[in-house]
Each structure stands twice: as C-alpha cells, then as structure tokens.
C-alpha cells in the first residue's frame, strides 16, 4: 500500500508562484508513476505533470513553460514548482502514483489533495 500527502496550496495572485509537495510513504518501491492531476468544480479531472518509471516526465500543454516538476533522489518527496500562475490554474491538485507490472497499471493511489486558487 501507499500512501500521499500533498501540501503548499494557498491564495496567490495571479503571476505569482507557489510549490507543492507530496509526500509518499508505504511501500514506495512499488511506484511506477507518479505526478500531479488538478481538477476545478465544474470540471474533468486532468494531469498536470507526471514521471515515468524512468524519469521521464510529462507535462499538459497548458502548464509547459510555467510548471517543473521534480523529487528527491533518494527520497519519498515530489514536488511541483508552479510560476506564473493564472486564475484558470484554480484548482484542487491531487498526487498521484500508479504500479504496473509489464507495463499493466495494477494499483492507483491518490493523496487528499491541496487547494490552490489564483486571483486575478
């Protein structure tokens, strides 16, 4: 089982910045992919930005140029840098992390979720 804790929501206004962490614990070995979703009253959950189980990353393209996400290395903390924040940023951010096996998603694990609200 895993476990996620995100934290660093708030108000900021809009062209400001804020960064996000998650925390994970549990059996964090067994993590393939982990990143960032947000979803807005109203609207569908999206990703944000995640890792693969290389590293890699992934961003949305509504957040390219403006997010970075990144961890620690040994670790168990993600973060997500977040700049010049817009008001349709507006959202609850959720961490999320996957495992697989073969490339299969057999678990999905999802933290509480951290309010962020951007004014303009």
């Known amino acids: 089982q895993v476990q996620l804790v995100e934290s660093g929501g708030g108000l900021v206004q809009a062209g400001g910045s804020l960064r996000l962490s998650c925390v994970a614990s549990?059996?964090?070995?067994?993590?393939?992919?982990i990143g960032w979703y947000r979803q807005a009253p109203g609207k569908e959950r999206e990703l944000v930005a995640k890792?693969?189980?290389?590293?890699?990353?992934t961003y949305a393209d509504s957040v390219k140029g403006r997010f970075t996400i990144s961890r620690d290395n040994p670790g168990n903390t993600m973060y997500l840098q977040m700049n010049s924040l817009k008001p349709e940023d507006t959202a609850v951010y959720l961490c999320?992390?996957?495992?697989?096996?073969?490339?299969?998603?057999?678990?999905?694990?999802w933290g509480q979720g951290t309010r962020v609200t951007v004014s303009s």
């Open positions: 890792f693969n189980s290389e590293g890699r990353t």
């Open positions: 549990g059996n964090t070995f067994a993590i393939n992919h």
């Open positions: 999320y992390a996957d495992s697989r096996f073969s490339g299969v998603v057999t678990h999905e694990y």
